[in-house]
Nanobody, 123 residues
Framework: QVQLVESGGGLVQAGGSLRLSCAASGRTFGRYNMGWFRQSPGKDDEFVAAITRSGGTSSYADSVKGRFTISRDNAKNTVYLQMNSLKPEDTAVYHC????????????????WGQGTQVTVSS
């Protein structure tokens, strides 16, 4: 069992930055690939970014590539999402998730989810 708690969301102006954190419980964090998804009103969950167990490989949605960076610190059981050059369309609830499988763009591959943190970008 893995419990995930996100933090770091808030209100920011367009062009600004935020760093989201996702803290995991337990001693098995390093066994999981980690991902970030987001959901805005009236839309389905959208894949944002993912990172493999060791942190050696990361992937991004085209909409955030070049602006967002995912990273992890296995010693701290934490995964991060650095978000720069934020746009109003980035407004959403951001969830982190843990996966023991491989198709990390697919939300069905994830075993555990956090409650989410709200990010609001004003124009």
């Amino acid at each position: 069992q893995v419990q995930l708690v996100e933090s770091g969301g808030g209100l920011v102006q367009a062009g600004g930055s935020l760093r989201l954190s996702c803290a995991a419980s337990g001693r098995t964090f390093g066994r999981y690939n980690m991902g970030w998804f987001r959901q805005s009103p009236g839309k389905d969950d959208e894949f944002v970014a993912a990172i493999t167990r060791s942190g050696g490989t990361s992937s991004y949605a085209d909409s955030v590539k070049g602006r967002f960076t995912i990273s992890r610190d296995n010693a701290k059981n934490t995964v991060y999402l650095q978000m720069n050059s934020l746009k109003p369309e980035d407004t959403a609830v951001y969830h982190c998730a843990a996966s023991s499988r491989g198709r990390l763009w697919n939300r069905r591959e994830y075993d555990y989810w956090g409650q989410g943190t709200q990010v609001t970008v004003s124009s």
